[in-house]
């Protein structure tokens, strides 16, 4: 079956402009993550949803920052008035939910985001 | 917040040699995962280690947790230049409902043939 999959693959703005990073998680798996990463660095966590639902937000670093899921499937991450700080890697990645964790979480290819 | 601190961040070594990477952290997570990521594509799980002083293995890698289930390291044997990439190691906190992942900084590890 098809993995994650993460469009666009890059993304190149203006400072100041709004972006929708969008993610298609692996059919079935309930549980959805949104990543940052800096060039060649650990991933920064987002926002995690369980469903439709977004039960821990806490790394959203401002509320320009935004996401949504719907259907239990698809989700988009929306940056309102893009910043240069704002640019990275962005990784989804969706895994099937046992409580306690320690599922595997499968990731997608990323959007790379460049705000210039 | 618990953190997570990866050494060294950068390897260049030559093909055959052996390599250590640490991850190190003052917190007790439930499980520690390595992941492994190739330039344009995700991070992919190479192994869960679950109880401290666990030992895995897979081909000539060797994965340890510590004993208290706060460090862990993995090792290379015999490196080969098909071993280059970022390697990430990442611990799951089992005080979230849905074990929330906290990513070391990476090694960038580049073998030389």
């Known amino acids: 079956g098809a993995g994650v999959s993460q469009s666009p693959s890059n993304k190149v703005t203006e400072k100041g402009k709004d972006v929708e990073l969008r993610c298609d998680p692996i059919?079935?798996?309930?549980?959805l993550y949104w990543y940052r990463q800096s060039l060649g660095q650990g991933l920064e966590f987002l926002i995690y949803?369980?469903?439709?639902?977004?039960?821990?937000k806490s790394g959203l670093p401002s509320d320009r920052f935004s996401a949504e899921r719907t259907g239990g499937s698809v989700s988009t991450l929306t940056i309102q008035r893009t910043q240069q700080e704002d640019s990275a890697v962005y990784l989804c990645?969706?895994?099937?939910?046992?409580?306690?964790?320690?599922?595997?979480?499968?990731f997608g290819p990323g959007t790379r985001l460049t705000v210039l | 917040t618990q953190l997570l601190e990866q050494s060294p961040q950068f390897l260049s070594i030559q093909e055959g040699e052996n390599l250590t990477v640490y991850c190190n952290s003052s917190?007790?997570?439930?499980?520690l995962q390595w992941y492994r990521q190739e330039p344009g594509e995700g991070p992919v799980l190479l192994v869960t280690?679950?109880?401290?002083?666990e030992v895995k293995k897979l081909k000539r890698l060797t994965f340890q947790f510590g004993d208290a289930r706060k460090d862990s390291s993995l090792h290379i044997t015999a490196a080969q230049p098909g071993d280059t990439g970022l390697y990430l190691c990442?611990?799951?906190?089992?005080?979230?409902?849905?074990?929330?992942?906290?990513f070391g900084q990476g090694t960038i590890l580049t073998v030389h043939p």
């Open positions: 990645a969706s895994s099937s939910f046992r409580r306690g964790g320690g599922n595997e979480q499968f």
């Open positions: 059919s079935g798996h309930t549980a």
């Open positions: 949803f369980q469903g439709n639902s977004a039960p821990d």
């Open positions: 917190s007790v997570f439930s499980s």
């Open positions: 280690v679950v109880t401290g002083g």
């Open positions: 990442a611990g799951v906190d089992g005080g979230t409902s849905y074990g929330k992942l906290t």
